[in-house]
Every structure is written in C-alpha cells, then in structure tokens.
C-alpha cells in the first residue's frame, strides 16, 4: 500500500516535471509578454519554497527508501546504495539551511542531484532492459526489478525522478553566491 503511495507521488512529480518542461518552453518560445509574466509568477510560486519542498521530497524519499529495505525487506543493489549516498544527505542539507536561513543551499543540493541522476538514468536501463552488469554483487542483482508500479514506476525511476525534481527546484531558486574580493 505504501509503495503504491509513493509510486502515485512519483506520477505526480513525473506531471510536475513535465508541466514545468512544457512552461518554460512555452516562455522561451513566444512573444507574449502577459503569457511570459503568468508563466514567470508560477515559476516564482516554486522558488519562494523550494527549500520546504525540497525538504519534504528528499525526507519522503530516505523514509520510504528506509521502509523498503528494513520493513518490506527489499534488500538494496550496488546501484541502490549509490543513490542512497547522494539521496540521504539531501534532507540534512536542507533542514539545516531551513534552521539556519541560508541561501547558498542550491549549489549543495544540487551538485548531489547531479551525480545521483546518470547512476539512476543507468540503473532504470540496465533493470528495463535486463542487461547483466558485471559490477554487481551477488547478493542482489542491479537488473532484477524488485518494485514496479503502473508498469513503469521502479525504484530508480523513483530516484531519478526525485534527482529530476529536485535539480529543477534548485534551478528556479538559484542564486549564485557572489565571491568576496
């Protein structure tokens, strides 16, 4: 029943991403200045809480990533623990710039994204196209899909979402520090 949650939540990060993708085409593509102002204050909506949000996917993440493997007992590949290194900093990050009200938390949060989403991009590949990866354990095989919802939805199409989401989120908040001199 969880991972049906989850899944679902994933579907809607997936609608999420894909509205964002088709709004910022659609600014970079025409003309209209009062299509470019809506578009621009939705794109201000998303900045103004990134880091709550952002928060709140990343620690929905490590718990239901944390329930998967100590309650249902799905034991976890190599490529898993990869992207559960990159995942599980991110709430901390957050939650401490949140605590402390920083603003330089983008370039943390997404410098981790970054490196998570090519080894969750190559996980979902090798476990949808049944490749064999010599790099696995023999514990648990990378290519064996343990968890799949509405025929798509896997655990690493789950990380890549949320990389996805999260790299997205930074972006629209971005504001790159300036060096002192």
Same mark, same amino acid.
């Given at each position: ?5 989850? /899944? ?7 609608? *999420? ?8 085409? +659609? !600014?970079?593509?025409?003309? +209209?200045?009062? /299509?470019? !102002?809506?578009? =621009?204050?939705? *794109?201000?909506?998303?900045? /103004? ?5 952002? *928060? ?18 799905? &034991?976890?590949?190599? #490529? ?10 991110? &709430? ?10 920083? $603003? $330089? ?12 989403? &090519? ?6 590949? %090798? ?13 648990? =095989?990378?290519?064996?899909?343990? %968890?799949?919802? #509405?025929? #798509? ?9 949320? +990389? ?5 989120? /930074?972006?629209?908040?971005?504001? &790159?520090?300036?060096?002192? =001199?």
């Amino acid at each position: 029943m969880i991972v049906k949650v989850l /899944a679902a939540g994933i579907l809607v990060l997936n609608a *999420f991403l894909l509205a964002l993708g088709l709004l910022y085409l +659609f !600014k970079r593509l025409t003309g +209209f200045e009062e /299509a470019e !102002k809506r578009i =621009s204050e939705a *794109f201000d909506f998303f900045t /103004a809480g990134f880091e709550e949000l952002a *928060f709140l996917l990343t620690s929905v993440s490590v718990l239901g990533s944390l329930y998967m493997s100590e309650v249902l007992e799905i &034991p976890a590949c190599e #490529f898993c623990w990869y992207q559960r290194i990159l995942i599980f900093p991110l &709430p901390v990050i957050l939650g401490v710039s949140l605590f402390m009200d920083r $603003d $330089d938390v983008a370039d943390y949060v997404i410098s981790l994204a970054v490196l998570g989403l &090519p080894v969750s991009i190559y996980h979902y590949i %090798v476990q949808m196209s049944q490749l064999s990866t010599g790099s696995c354990s023999t514990a648990v =095989s990378c290519s064996s899909v343990q %968890v799949q919802e #509405f025929g #798509f939805v896997t655990i690493p199409w789950m990380s890549l979402t949320l +990389f996805l989401t999260v790299i997205a989120l /930074a972006l629209l908040s971005y504001r &790159p520090q300036s060096k002192a =001199s």
